[in-house]
């Protein structure tokens, strides 16, 4: 008898036609993600937002902070590429409108 691995209880994707009609609830909340850390678990890649909240007080080099898990997301790696895709392509809209607010600089 054959022994099975993970990878062969991994559903194969099918493809469905149709619109993705996304819905965002009022209730969530914005955060913001000081550092990030990136985790290849099987076939995901897992990605734990931080945020570093700076103490009001002066503080001194070698001080330790905290930095505060605000939210974990697993992507498929095979949706990573059509992610990293939309991110480039946010980051080059992003510095063009930097750059007009720069003086063209």
Sequence with gaps: MSKKNKMDEIPTPQ???GQLLFEASDN????????VGLQLVH????MSFFE????Y?????????????ISRVAISI???PD???????QMVQM??????????K
Excluded: F
């Design 78 to 80: 095979a949706k990573l």
């Design 95 to 104: 510095q063009k409108i930097a750059t007009q607010a720069d003086g063209g």
């Design 15 to 17: 493809m469905i036609t």
């Design 43 to 46: 076939t995901e890649l897992v």
């Design 83 to 89: 992610i990293i895709q939309s991110l480039q392509m």
């Design 57 to 69: 007080e002066k503080i001194e080099s070698d001080t330790n902070l905290k930095a505060k898990c």
């Design 52 to 55: 570093v909240r700076l103490p």
């Design 28 to 35: 969530i909340s914005t955060l913001y993600a000081t550092e």
